[in-house]
């Protein structure tokens, strides 16, 4: 009603203008365009035209926010525990933090990617790595939750990865740190020559997404820093920056500078994948976890491998070429058309650019100026599609918008730098707050960029926001890129270090997005699917509790014969169907996390009772009209009592009618 | 708010009036005000779910049975109520309990003046808890009343053909995503 009054009203004001101007004709124009406040406003109830998945960096998760508003969607566990979903704290997610170390409960999350068919976006899943213990995990983009996640042998400072092939043939990972292979007991300074750097290219399985590692690269020691994929003529190929060739294993912002040239390291690895397949390389003893998560048994096993299959790339002649590249680059980022390679020289004043063909004609004419490890070093003009002049200071990543130009970050500059790809001319530039690190447009690793928004994530930021202490959170700046000069539309706030990002069309996955996991279909091994089948056992000092929830109460509600030093088992299953409505659960003194159950899924908490009483449990989440009354309790007796095993719910027992 | 909200746009519509005609050619920053307000929502009841079990509404929706209270809720205006996450128990009276009403009673419930009397008697219907079969037998043998989200208490009674709710006959039960309905064929019309 009010709307409509409110039309009315804009109506006969509308006509009372055009009619005393007399003049009705009117165009967009810069006023409009200008304001950048409506261009970021996602109205109450409207949708964000994409998704933006933005790496937690140190906090080892990656986020879900919505572009252009920026809101926060979720923060999705991947690396680090989080006690919010009970990930690493329940039984069933354990599983997927194990490694050759053990339980780990933090990462370092880097750079993640989303799956392509055919050099396009096609939304199934979401790689990313982790650095520290070095690790790649899949985000599944049905239910947003990490489904697998694998360690990486032989490896350290898994920093050139996790990008994909044009169809998602293989996830590569590459290690930053070089190490002793096979690992051992060494003297330092022994480095030179006997650490090797792994390029590790891991299979994805296309129905499933299963991760298997293919083979590793065993390359020269030097630092291996980013890289990307060929695509469209350069599909096939991957390529990798590299510093240290110095090889220095101490003091490396001084001895990892000396070189005026490092290099981009071309890797054809469709042909080393047929040197694989015609039964090439050497199997080598390893140690590496693999753990996979399933909807099904809504559980995560892991598993420990204890091989991996080597290639030297001597074994594979004419697969693997060096590009000299300026000063220590960084980022390594093809354009759509995978003609054009990007090196960003941290420490040059110029950016590099090579070019494919170019690649492949300097190849053909063997224009090689000697080798590194028997690997051919091209002559650095023989592969220089281009240089951009002196664009600004300190040129960490690129990224496309797939009409033809390249913005570039510059992290001592302070600014994004948009260029021409082919006459190399600067078009324009603005500062950035401040110092950033990667961009992201949607799709801007892909064939086919939505060239619509940039993402910059800055490193510093001081006085952007209300301060909270000596740490403020790191930013991420909107860009509007539609027009020829860049216009900043926002700055908004990340959770740990906003490092790398993956944009996607919502269009293109939110209709896949899963809303209740199918109670019928819940194969865990402790599941309850009716409260009447709900039961308590003891097994020796295990109590087993099947436990159900559903609005609003637990069943059973009320469990005696508990004794201290027993070990409780809460194997708990919402039997809710219904979207949007998970329970939790959290027991008085458990030195756990809380669950948080989603409709139709089973978890299981351990508790250790350490003292008698009647203790208390309840929902966590605000689950309905009666969360309130969404509670139990626990009888625990002492130890040795002859307290019988009881359950029941509203005094009776769950089977009685 | 709203007004104050509206007030301002006006004056902005009429500001901007008096620059364009001055100055001549910005008159389509008119409709620009517009966006200022945020739209009206659509309440929970206009979610789309394919997936999920259906909820409370969407089961007597399905069904020729509840068609008169169907349109009474909506009349009511407790669409959103009734999807609500609850849990919900709600005793659904079929059509042809309505005929039993006297004459006029529903056309004149209907009127868009008796909204409020109409959600009263609906709500009359709604215990706000999950009440299975087995539970409103449970009910009856502890002696406990149902407390309605109309504030009144109906008496459950476990007779030998069945459960009755407020003096009828529990006909058939249907769990819901949100909790239960039991169909019945009389109007539980609370006393005043």
Known sequence: MKTIFKSLLAIMVLSMVLGSCGKGDSKKNGALSGNAAERVYVAPGEYDEFYAFVSGGFSGQLSVYGLPSGRLFKVIPVFSVDAEKAYGFNEETKPMLNTSHGFIPWGDSHHPDISQTGGVLDGRWVFINENNTPRIAKIDLTTFETTEILEIPNSAGNHSSSFVTENTEYVVAGTRFSIPFPQRDMPIKEFKGNFKGALTFIKVDPKDGTMDIKFQLMMPGFDYDLS???????????????????????????????????????????????????????????????????DEVHSATSTMRDEVLIVNPSEVPGAIYFMPTPKSPHGCDVDPSGEYIVGNGKLSADLTVHSFSKLIKAIEEKKFDGDAYGIPILQFEATLAGVVKSPGLGPLHTEFDGKGNAYTTFFISSEVVKWKLGTWEVLDR???????????????????????????????????????????????????????????????????????????????????????????????PFATKSQSTAKVIRKGNEVHIYMTMIRSHFAPDNIEGVQVGDKVFFHI????????????????????????????????????????????????????????????????????????????????????? | ?????????????????????????????????????????????????????????????????????????EAAGVEDAVVNVGPLTIFAPVNAAFDKLPAGTLDDL???????????????????????????????????????????????????????????????????????????????????
């Open chain 2, 1 to 73: 708010m709203k007004k104050i909200n509206l007030t301002f746009s006006l004056l902005a519509v009429l500001a901007l009036f008096m620059v364009s005609c001055s100055g001549g050619e910005k008159k389509q920053e008119v409709t620009e005000t517009k966006t200022e307000m945020a739209p009206e929502g659509k309440g929970q009841s206009a979610v789309i779910d394919d997936v999920s079990a259906a909820n409370a509404l969407q089961v007597a929706k399905s069904l020729d049975d509840f068609k008169t209270l169907v349109a009474a809720i």
């Open chain 1, 430 to 524: 603005k500062s950035t707050y401040y110092s950033p690190g990667h961009l992201m447009i949607p799709g801007g690793n892909s064939g086919k960029p939505f060239g619509k928004y940039a993402l910059v994530m800055n490193k510093i930021t001081k006085d952007r926001y209300l301060p909270t202490g000596p740490e403020v959170t790191q930013s991420a700046q909107l860009f509007d890129i539609t027009g020829e000069k860049m216009v900043l539309l926002s700055d908004f706030p990340t959770i740990g270090e906003p490092h790398y990002a993956a944009g996607i069309p919502a269009s293109l996955i939110m209709s896949k997005s899963k809303k209740i996991y199918k109670l019928e279909e819940n194969k865990h």
């Open chain 1, 228 to 294: 990307h994929p060929g695509r469209g003529d350069s599909h096939g190929w991957f390529f990798f920056t590299t510093y240290n060739t110095e090889e220095a294993n101490s003091l490396l912002e001084v001895n990892a500078s000396q070189n005026d040239k490092d290099f981009i390291a071309a890797v054809n690895w469709k042909k080393i994948e047929e040197y694989v397949n015609n039964g090439g390389g050497t199997k080598m003893p390893a140690k590496y976890a693999h753990n996979v998560y399933s």
């Open chain 1, 573 to 657: 299953t919402n039997l809710e169907q219904d979207y949007d409505v998970p329970h939790g659960f959290a027991m008085i003194g458990a030195q756990t996390s809380e669950l948080l159950i989603m409709p139709g899924q089973t978890e299981t908490s351990i508790w250790e009772p350490k003292q008698v009483g009647v203790w208390p449990f309840y929902c966590t989440d605000f689950c309905s009209a009666l969360h309130q009354e969404m509670q139990g309790y626990i009888r625990v007796s002492p130890k040795g009592s002859n307290v019988p095993i009881s359950f029941t719910l509203d005094g009776d027992a769950l089977d009685a009618e």
């Open chain 2, 110 to 192: 209907l009127k868009p003046e008796n909204k409020s009397k109409l959600a009263f008697i609906l709500v009359n219907h709604v215990a706000p808890a999950n009440y299975p079969d087995s539970q409103l037998k449970k009910e009856a043998k502890k002696g406990r009343k149902l407390y309605m989200a109309s504030g009144k208490y109906l008496l459950v009674e476990d007779k030998e053909d069945g459960i009755y709710v407020g003096g009828t006959k529990i006909l058939k039960s249907v769990k819901v995503s949100n909790g239960w309905i039991h169909v019945i064929d009389n109007v539980l019309v609370p006393a005043e």
